[in-house]
């Protein structure tokens, strides 16, 4: 990829207090989480796993989701304001290096949230007296779960160049978390791109990904961001997004 599409998005980036959402809100579904292990301590044994569960259960089925939708409508809206689309797409850049520099700036947006959220699990659970370390397992869940996240920044990334609206593509967010919920308990996950970080993330205690499930896990989040990269890429060369 050349580097100018690139540099260009993350100096918006720099400019924009947008990447400030993607670490208060792991902030506020860690005090959340917090206060819910602590207020079911009676029904929950006390420890890691526990604590986690109450951490991501909410943050990647609703909070994070929405994020994502908000980040990806951020990055396609300054190119939906005035003629800015016009002059991008009279750039040397093609198209689908302009979508996957959203998409690159987009991922590292969420490895940013889903890396704050292990650093605010391990400093939660020592608050509130769990001793030790965590298992190097929850690394892992969140490695994979921006694996799989990469598949929803490419459908919002989408989403956001079809629909000028900021707010719309954080509904559809919204929208896609619950239902992938709703899917992951139906053992449907791996057919929705929204579903993929919370199967990953072990946040219904469900465990990790089983090693039979890895492949079709990954086969799946590279269809999905292929396919939606490749239309996104398409709707902006056809001029579409005016």
Not at 124 to 145: D, H, K, N
Not at 146 to 158: E, F, N, T
Request: aromatic share 10%.
């Amino acid at each position: 990829m050349r580097p100018q599409p690139l540099r260009a998005e993350a100096a918006k980036l720099r400019r924009a207090p947008i990447w400030v959402a993607y670490v208060a809100l792991p902030v506020i579904a860690a005090a959340i989480g917090s206060f819910n292990y602590q207020q079911n301590l009676d029904a929950l044994t006390p420890g890691w796993e526990n604590l986690w569960t109450q951490h991501t259960l909410f943050e990647l089925c609703f909070f994070l989701p929405a994020l994502v939708g908000a980040g990806c409508s951020w990055l396609m809206g300054l190119e939906h304001a005035g003629t800015n689309w016009g002059q991008l797409l009279a750039s040397p850049a093609a198209p689908w290096r302009i979508v996957a520099s959203k998409l690159v700036v987009g991922t590292g947006m969420l490895a940013v949230s889903l890396a704050a959220t292990g650093v605010l699990f391990v400093a939660c659970g020592w608050v509130v007296g769990l001793e030790g370390l965590p298992s190097a397992r929850y690394a892992t869940y969140l490695l994979m779960s921006w694996i799989g996240g990469i598949s929803v920044v490419a459908v919002q990334l989408l989403v956001s160049a079809l629909v000028r609206n900021f707010a719309a593509p954080v509904g559809v967010g919204l929208a896609g978390g619950v239902m992938g919920l709703l899917l992951m308990v139906k053992g449907w996950g791996l057919w929705w791109p929204w579903a993929l970080m919370q199967l990953a993330s072990n946040s219904n205690g469900r465990g990790t990904i089983a090693p039979g499930e890895l492949v079709p896990f990954l086969a799946m989040t590279a269809v999905f961001t292929i396919v939606a990269s490749a239309a996104c890429s398409h709707v902006v060369a056809r001029g579409a997004v005016r």
